[in-house]
């Protein structure tokens, strides 16, 4: 029950934050270029709150469904104008003035993110350095020379850090189908270049893909204890508590961390009679991994780390007020085009419909990342702004994307679409945006069942 009014209470803030920042865009730049606004508000439905200064000024309001927002103003489409109000109509401006309020919600999503970058950047994160584990033959990595001990100093040039901006790196540019060079310092500290050839054949879905590259990081050899237990897991409903140790699984000794974790992952579905001691006594238990992405069982447990094995590994990380800029702006930037590409990519059928994220997945995303600490949620939050942005932009009829392109029209041949044709293209995009959310749905139930 706290799992999910934990996941809950961050899709809400995270939605509230975002759902804000888009329409005080078009609210900025509406107020900016003369048009007047009527309402302000956060979410659909029945009114919660509301605030107006006066009644001629903009009304403020909360409303009880929260999936989504929207600016209202002055718009002789949408009933009566007063006499008084004719100047500052929406649809009495310029084509160049209505293109950049309906443009400036999706600019400030990405305003959004480059900022969020730009504090991360700037606070700075402790993360694992990236040093390569035991690399198999018949992985990308493998294949380009990777060896255990190779510490990842840069990615096509871009220095990564830590661990996870390392292996960012990669994925993202493997998802751009060209060979990544890796600069690499090996364990007698001389740099090295290691070439990543990237096959047509690349799998999408993340664990395959992390399969494919065979990429892990170095882990020490560590006894079978568990530190953390995600809630909901295959772990704690077997009954398993921080603190608890491995002896066997099946009746065979469990020596070391990995060799519990290699059994689990060759098991899914499959009951694991395990015997684990806790504070002193010892207890037999019964755990069924359930299968993850990939096909490997998962139990979702963490190891204990001693912690000095933990500080030798980790790495402090962060830059200066105007480099953390220019690196937030190349991360908005990065992210924006690699998001831009899976759709196109989706489009023509080159890329899976299972990329496609619904409420539920975004819901269980936002509450893993909260739990992972406050910079993850902010870069989770970074993550779906770029993609609103990206996804607002699309030149679907109902989106931003739409009304820019009948905007475009309009500039070109120097009158506007006939409002019929743009009825039926607005009908056209609802059906579009009606069929999509329902494909995301259905595969979010897919993957809570699966």
């Known amino acids: 029950m706290f799992s999910l009014l934990h996941t809950?209470?961050?899709?809400?803030?995270?939605?509230?934050?975002?759902?804000?920042?888009?329409?005080?865009?078009?609210?900025?730049?509406?107020?900016?270029?003369?048009?007047?606004?009527?309402?302000?508000?956060?979410?659909?439905?029945?009114?919660?709150?509301?605030?107006?200064?006066?009644?001629?000024?903009?009304?403020f309001a909360v409303c009880a469904l929260p999936l989504g927002g929207y600016v209202k103003m002055v718009d002789e489409r949408e009933g009566q104008v007063a006499a008084a109000d004719l100047p500052y109509a929406f649809n009495r401006q310029p084509v160049l003035r209505r293109t950049a309020i309906v443009a400036a919600g999706p600019v400030f999503n990405f305003i959004l993110a480059v900022l969020?970058?730009?504090?991360?950047?700037?606070?700075?994160?402790?993360?694992?350095?990236?040093?390569?584990?035991?690399?198999?033959?018949?992985?990308?990595?493998?294949?380009?020379?990777?060896?255990?001990?190779?510490?990842?100093?840069?990615?096509?040039?871009?220095?990564?850090?830590?661990?996870?901006?390392?292996?960012?790196?990669?994925?993202?540019?493997?998802?751009?189908?060209?060979?990544i060079a890796v600069t690499v310092k090996v364990p007698d500290g001389s740099l090295r270049e290691r070439v990543i050839a990237i096959p047509a054949d690349l799998p999408e879905q993340p664990e395959q893909l992390y399969r494919k590259l065979g990429l892990r990081p170095w882990e020490p050899e560590l006894p079978p204890v568990i530190d953390r237990v995600e809630p909901g897991s295959a772990a704690e409903a077997a009954g398993l508590k921080a603190g608890d140790r491995v002896l066997s699984a099946d009746g065979t000794a469990i020596q070391t961390w990995r060799q519990w974790v290699e059994w689990v992952r060759a098991r899914p579905n499959q009951p694991i009679r395990a015997l684990i001691e806790r504070d002193g006594v010892r207890l037999p238990v019964e755990i069924i991994p359930r299968p993850a992405d990939s096909g490997e069982g998962r139990i979702g447990a963490g190891v204990r780390v001693p912690e000095q094995v933990a500080e030798a590994m980790k790495v402090e990380y962060r830059l200066g007020v105007f480099p953390a800029l220019g690196a937030a702006l190349d991360k908005t930037l990065d992210y924006s085009a690699l998001t831009l590409k899976m759709v196109g990519r989706m489009v023509i059928g080159k890329a899976a419909v299972e990329n496609l994220s619904g409420p539920i997945s975004i819901a269980q995303y936002a509450g893993q990342s909260a739990s992972l600490g406050f910079t993850q949620f902010l870069k989770f939050l970074a993550i779906v702004s770029i993609s609103l942005g990206v996804l607002n932009l699309l030149p679907i009829p109902v989106l931003d994307g739409g009304h820019l392109l009948f905007y475009l029209v309009e500039a070109v041949k120097g009158s506007p679409v006939p409002d019929r044709i743009q009825t039926y293209c607005q009908q056209i995009g609802i059906f579009i945006l009606l069929c999509l959310m329902g494909l995301a749905f259905v595969l979010d139930i897919n993957r809570l069942f699966t």
């Open 116 to 179: 969020i970058y730009w504090l991360v950047f700037m606070v700075g994160e402790i993360g694992l350095r990236p040093v390569v584990g035991t690399v198999a033959p018949d992985t990308l990595a493998g294949q380009a020379g990777f060896q255990q001990g190779d510490e990842i100093v840069a990615v096509a040039q871009q220095r990564t850090p830590t661990w996870n901006a390392a292996l960012g790196e990669i994925v993202e540019r493997a998802m751009e189908g060209e060979a």
């Open 8 to 59: 809950l209470f961050f899709f809400i803030v995270a939605l509230a934050i975002l759902i804000v920042f888009h329409e005080f865009g078009h609210f900025w730049a509406a107020r900016r270029l003369g048009v007047k606004v009527l309402r302000f508000s956060l979410g659909f439905g029945k009114t919660l709150w509301r605030y107006q200064k006066t009644p001629h000024d903009t009304e």
